[in-house]
Nanobody, 124 residues
Framework: QVHLVESGGGTVQAGGSLRLSCVVSGDTFSRYTMGWFRQAPGEEREFVATIKWSSATAYKDSVKGRFTVSRDNSKNTVYLQMNSLKPEDTAVYYC??????????????????WGQGTQVTVST
């Protein structure tokens, strides 16, 4: 059983930064593509960023240049560094693990395992 636990969420003023972490247990972390998704109130869950086992990355257009996804295979952990946060970044952020290939890595269908989510609130 693969288990994902996110941490690092909180409330920050616009322009501030947060770093989310997601620790994975129960399987070989290094072989998974790891994704970050978010869901704002009343909205559908959307892709934010992803990092493959090769460390290739992809981002949602609106977070490019502000967010950075990284992974530490020795710690079974994936990170999402979020800078220059905006109120529209407010959402519950989820990490996900799967065997996504290039064509599915920005879609929820590419991921089999999900964390419980962590709230990020950006105030004006």
């Amino acid at each position: 059983q693969v288990h994902l636990v996110e941490s690092g969420g909180g409330t920050v003023q616009a322009g501030g930064s947060l770093r989310l972490s997601c620790v994975v247990s129960g399987d070989t972390f290094s072989r998974y593509t790891m994704g970050w998704f978010r869901q704002a109130p009343g909205e559908e869950r959307e892709f934010v960023a992803t990092i493959k086992w090769s460390s290739a990355t992809a981002y949602k257009d609106s977070v490019k240049g502000r967010f950075t996804v990284s992974r530490d295979n020795s710690k079974n952990t994936v990170y999402l560094q979020m800078n220059s946060l905006k109120p529209e970044d407010t959402a519950v952020y989820y990490c996900a693990a799967g065997n996504a290939i290039t064509s599915t890595m920005t879609s929820q269908i590419g991921y089999r395992y999900w964390g419980q989510g962590t709230q990020v609130t950006v105030s004006t």
